[in-house]
C-alpha cells in the first residue's frame, strides 16, 4: 500500500495551491482565518468561484457536471483549503443530496436539480432530525399521507443548519407506520416557500442561528418530488450518511486549526512567558498532534483503499468519532491558549468606535469552542459509532 504521493498528485498540489493563492479572496480568507461568521453571500461566492474553474462538484461524474476527481483528489484540495483558510463547502446540496439523486432519482429530477445546484440556484437544508429522532431516526414521526397526485406533510425537523437560508429542504417522512420502523420511509423534495412551512431559529451558545427547526402543517408536495421508490427512503438516507461520516473527519481542518494553535501558544501573553513553554500545556499539544499525524495516516490508507476500487466500511465510523475528538481538543487548546481575551463580550461593547479587546483572533475561540461540541453528535453520534465498531469488529 503506497501511502506517498505521485508525481502526477504532486502536480495537482501545486495547481491547488497557485488556484487559492491566485482566486481565493483575501477578504474571505481574512474572515476564516479570524473566525467571523460567513454570511450567505460570502459562501456563494466562494462557490461560484469554484465552479467557474469546474472544482465546485469535486466527486460528481463528468456526465452529471462535476470534475470526478478521485478520493486522494478530494484529500488534497480539502487539505490546502483548510491551510489556505477558504471557507467550507456546504455539503447539503452538493455532498449529501446530489449523490442520492444520481444513484436513485429520476432522469427528470437529476435534469432540473443538479445544475440549479451547480448554479447556486437552490440552497437545500437536510430534514432528519426530530424531537426524539436524532441518533435513533428511524423512530421519526413526521407523517407523509398521499392524496392523489400530493402527498400532505405533518410534523417536526429540529436542528436543521443554516435552514434560514434555504430554499429547499431533503426530508425522510413516514409513509406507513403500520411496518417496521425502517421499512415505512420515504425521502421527499420540499420547496421551503409552501404555505405550511415554519421555520424558527435555535439560537447557540455562541450567539448565532445556525440551525433552526422547520414546522409542516399540512404541506402539500407533488409526488414527483419522492426520490426512488415510496417505504425506500431508509436505504437512501443510510447511502447519504456515508458522505456526511466521511467529510466530518476534517483532518485539513484539524491540520489548520493546529498550526494556529502553535502560532498562539509561542506568543506572550500580558507580558508572561509563552504557553508552549508550560509542561502541561505542551504535553497535551504534543499528544493532540501525535492522535492527527495517526489519523491522517489512518486517512490516507483509506483513501488508497478507494482508489483501489474498495469501498471504506467501518473505517468511515472511525474516522468520524476520532476526527470530531481531535477538533476539539484543538478548539479546547485554542481557548485556553488565549485565556481572558476568549471571553465573549457584549456585542454592545464592539459597536461603534470599541475595537475587540485583546488581539483579532482571540475573540472568535469561545464561539468555535461551544459551537463545535456538536462534531459528536451530528452525522450520526460519536456513541452510535462505537456501537457500529463494536458490531463489526467484534462480532456484538
Known amino acids: 500500500m503506497d501511502l506517498s504521493y505521485s508525481p502526477e498528485e504532486q502536480a495537482f498540489r501545486d495547481e491547488v495551491r497557485a488556484f487559492l493563492r491566485d482566486e481565493l479572496p483575501k477578504e474571505l480568507s481574512d474572515k476564516v482565518r479570524s473566525g467571523a461568521e460567513l454570511g450567505k453571500a460570502d459562501i456563494e461566492r466562494w462557490h461560484s468561484i469554484l465552479n467557474a474553474r469546474g472544482w465546485f462538484a469535486q466527486n460528481w461524474p463528468k456526465e452529471f457536471g462535476g470534475a470526478e476527481w478521485n478520493a486522494v483528489q478530494r484529500h488534497i484540495f480539502e487539505e490546502e483549503a483548510a491551510q489556505a483558510n477558504a471557507p467550507r463547502i456546504v455539503p447539503f446540496?452538493?455532498?449529501?443530496?446530489?449523490?442520492?439523486?444520481?444513484?436513485?432519482?429520476?432522469?427528470?429530477?437529476?435534469?432540473?436539480?443538479?445544475?440549479?445546484?451547480?448554479?447556486?440556484?437552490?440552497?437545500?437544508?437536510?430534514?432528519?432530525?426530530?424531537?426524539?429522532?436524532?441518533?435513533?431516526?428511524?423512530?421519526?414521526?413526521?407523517?407523509?399521507?398521499?392524496?392523489?397526485?400530493?402527498?400532505?406533510?405533518?410534523?417536526?425537523?429540529?436542528?436543521?443548519?443554516?435552514?434560514?437560508?434555504?430554499?429547499?429542504?431533503?426530508?425522510?417522512?413516514?409513509?406507513?407506520?403500520?411496518?417496521?420502523?425502517?421499512?415505512?420511509?420515504?425521502?421527499?423534495?420540499?420547496?421551503?416557500?409552501?404555505?405550511?412551512?415554519?421555520?424558527?431559529?435555535?439560537?447557540?451558545?455562541?450567539?448565532?442561528?445556525?440551525?433552526n427547526e422547520v414546522f409542516f402543517n399540512d404541506v402539500k408536495v407533488p409526488v414527483e418530488n419522492l426520490v426512488g421508490e415510496e417505504n425506500k427512503g431508509w436505504t437512501y438516507a443510510k447511502y447519504l450518511l456515508t458522505h456526511e461520516r466521511t467529510n466530518i473527519a476534517g483532518v485539513g481542518f484539524s491540520r489548520a486549526g493546529l498550526d494556529s494553535l502553535k502560532r498562539i501558544a509561542k506568543v506572550e501573553m500580558s507580558g508572561g512567558r509563552p504557553l508552549i513553554e508550560n509542561p502541561h500545556f505542551a504535553a497535551r499539544l504534543a499528544k493532540v498532534e501525535i492522535d492527527l499525524m495517526a489519523m491522517a495516516t489512518t486517512n490516507l490508507r483509506i483513501i488508497s483503499q478507494a482508489a483501489a476500487g474498495q469501498a471504506p466500511g467501518v473505517e468511515s465510523s472511525m474516522l468520524k468519532v476520532k476526527g470530531t475528538i481531535i477538533r476539539q481538543e484543538i478548539n479546547d487548546l485554542t481557548r485556553r491558549a488565549v485565556g481572558p481575551y476568549a471571553m465573549p463580550f457584549p456585542s454592545e461593547t464592539l459597536e461603534g468606535n470599541n475595537d475587540p479587546v485583546g488581539p483579532d483572533y482571540a475573540g472568535p475561540q469561545s464561539a468555535q469552542y461551544f459551537n463545535n461540541r456538536k462534531l459528536s453528535i451530528f452525522g450520526g453520534s460519536n456513541e452510535i459509532q462505537r456501537g457500529i465498531i463494536a458490531k463489526v469488529k467484534m462480532g456484538g
Not at 169 to 189: A, M
Open 93 to 211: 446540496g452538493l455532498s449529501m443530496l446530489a449523490p442520492v439523486l444520481q444513484k436513485f432519482g429520476s432522469k427528470e429530477q437529476q435534469d432540473y436539480y443538479l445544475p440549479r445546484i451547480l448554479n447556486g440556484d437552490d440552497w437545500w437544508c437536510q430534514g432528519y432530525s426530530e424531537p426524539g429522532a436524532g441518533s435513533d431516526l428511524a423512530s421519526l414521526k413526521t407523517r407523509a399521507v398521499r392524496e392523489g397526485d400530493h402527498y400532505i406533510v405533518n410534523g417536526q425537523k429540529t436542528w436543521t443548519t443554516l435552514g434560514q437560508h434555504a430554499n429547499k429542504i431533503f426530508c425522510l417522512v413516514r409513509t406507513n407506520p403500520d411496518v417496521k420502523q425502517q421499512e415505512g420511509i420515504s425521502f421527499l423534495l420540499i420547496d421551503m416557500d409552501t404555505p405550511g412551512i415554519e421555520v424558527r431559529p435555535i439560537i447557540l451558545l455562541d450567539g448565532t442561528p445556525e440551525v
